[in-house]
């Protein structure tokens, strides 16, 4: 079957990094998404990767390793508004979108 | 004003009550979905369409039914509302020329079946 893997929950402080991690398997791949969604909004995009290395847009980045099946999105310099739940979605051979059931962030002051 | 609006936002009814939440759109998308967000599960496709002619059943369409009026309107019925079709419910859109096939979500619709 296919699967997408990602903490449940996370917790940094204001002001550092953070690394969530997405692994995945998948029947074939085109693709592979990060989605921000604070709580009881709708999801909005991220960033998306389709070849292996590190994507970088500003304070997020995002990394994929398709030989690993892994992703990472990388947030530096937190804010306390960059508390909400990242979603990682990967696209299968079919064009599907797979998602996973996200990461809930927590940062503290 | 949203691209994606979807009516009503919240909705609470009855086993056996039938349901239609709808989505409009100003995007100027043909594809349009319809996902169902439940607490420690991913997204979920429902129902998608890509253009007005076109309807597919995603992974988990039993029990519910889609229209696709116009380029612009989605609508989602539940002819029959049960207590585990609970949930959020979202539409999205995308642009068929775009690069990455990001979707752009309505704010979603809470619905609650007794």
Not at chain 1, 34 to 62: C, I, M
Not at chain 1, 70 to 89: N, R
Not at chain 2, 34 to 49: A, F, K, M, N, T
Not at chain 2, 85 to 104: M, P
Request: glycine letters at 8%.
């Amino acid at each position: 079957g296919q699967n997408i893997d990602q903490p449940t929950e996370m917790t940094a402080t204001e002001g550092a990094i953070v690394q969530i991690n997405c692994t995945y398997q998948t029947s074939g791949f085109n693709g592979l998404f990060w989605y921000q969604q604070h709580a009881g909004e709708a999801p909005t995009f991220l960033s998306y990767n389709v070849l292996d290395g590190l994507e970088e847009k500003g304070r997020f980045s995002s990394f994929l390793s398709r030989s690993k099946g892994y992703s990472y999105l990388l947030l530096k310099e937190l804010q306390m508004k960059d508390s909400a739940s990242y979603l990682c979605a990967v696209m299968d051979s079919n064009y599907q979108l797979i998602w996973g059931a996200g990461t809930k962030l927590i940062i503290k002051p | 004003d949203a691209d994606v609006t979807q009516t009503p936002r919240n909705r609470i009814t009855k086993t056996g009550k039938r349901i239609m939440l709808e989505c409009s759109q100003t995007k100027g998308h043909d594809r349009m979905y319809w996902y169902r967000q439940d607490p420690g599960l991913g997204l979920r496709l429902i129902y998608y369409s890509f253009d007005v002619k076109d309807i597919n059943k995603g992974e988990i369409s039993d029990g519910y039914s889609v229209s696709r009026q116009a380029q612009a309107k989605f609508s989602l019925s539940l002819e029959s509302a049960i207590p585990n079709q609970t949930a959020l419910y979202f539409c999205a859109t995308s642009d068929l020329t775009s690069d990455t096939g990001e979707l752009f979500f309505g704010e979603g619709s809470r619905l609650t079946v007794l």
